[in-house]
T-cell receptor
Framework: AQSVTQLDSQVPVFEEAPVELRCNYS??????LFWYVQYPNQGLQLLLK??????LVESINGFEAEFNKSQTSFHLREPSVHISDTAEYFC???????????FGTGTSLTVIP | EAGVTQFPSHSVIEKGQTVTLRCDPI?????LYWYRRVMGKEIKFLLH????????ESGMPNNRFLAERTGGTYSTLKVQPAELEDSGVYFC?????????????FGQGTRLTVV
């Protein structure tokens, strides 16, 4: 079975500061990696994903994540956060031959003006 | 195009009552999934339909939960009788066959509170 660890349950950060949300996973097989975001009163939205190829993936709003196979990590970074980035962020994995997601417990990011 | 739609958005019921959650997947998506997040915990898989067939229901917590997808379109998840520990947010997701996780879309979730 797969498992995903998000050690930081809450991360407060000042506006325009950089932030890193950590994600580590455990798997004995090849996986796809995802970050989902849930804005207040909204559903889960895909932020970015790693399927293959370049280990650095980017979202349209400036977030990026890097797949590190040796460290089994997929940390999410944003060099300069905005108030609108306040949300809960979930890291997830799925087996390449599987059909379900395994999620972490989520990290609540609060951007302070 | 409409996304994954879930109804109701919120439900508050008393312990012992019955509640039915509904999910309308994106049109053409044969894969339909139910997930649940209990407060402070991870989002956990409940079950997976391919069309009207249950492909994997290994995550269903117990026999008080019944999921159906008659006709292979929308799905319902019934909890009967509800217990306090059933409180949480229930998410539905859908995808096309062959793109199970790579192109999955989630609904807004139903927040269930059992009092």
């Amino acid at each position: 079975a797969q498992s995903v660890t998000q050690l930081d349950s809450q991360v407060p950060v000042f506006e325009e500061a950089p932030v890193e949300l950590r994600c580590n996973y455990s798997s004995s097989v090849s996986v796809y990696l995802f970050w989902y975001v849930q804005y207040p009163n909204q559903g889960l939205q895909l932020l970015l994903k790693y399927l293959s190829g370049s280990t650095l993936v980017e979202s349209i709003n400036g977030f990026e994540a890097e797949f590190n196979k040796s460290q089994t990590s997929f940390h999410l970074r944003e060099p300069s956060v905005h108030i609108s980035d306040t949300a809960e962020y979930f890291c997830a994995v799925s087996e390449r031959t599987g059909n379900q997601f395994y999620f972490g417990t989520g990290t609540s990011l609060t951007v302070i003006p | 195009e409409a996304g994954v739609t879930q109804f109701p958005s919120h439900s508050v019921i008393e312990k012992g009552q019955t509640v039915t959650l509904r999910c309308d997947p994106i049109s053409g998506h044969d894969n339909l999934y139910w997930y649940r997040r209990v407060m402070g915990k991870e989002i956990k898989f409940l079950l997976h339909f391919v069309k009207e067939s249950k492909q994997d229901e290994s995550g269903m917590p117990n026999n008080r939960f019944l999921a159906e997808r008659t006709g292979g379109t929308y799905s319902t998840l019934k909890v009967q009788p509800a217990e306090l520990e059933d409180s949480g947010v229930y998410f539905c997701a859908s995808s096309q066959v062959g793109k199970e996780s790579t192109e999955a879309f989630f609904g807004q979730g139903t927040r269930l509170t059992v009092v």
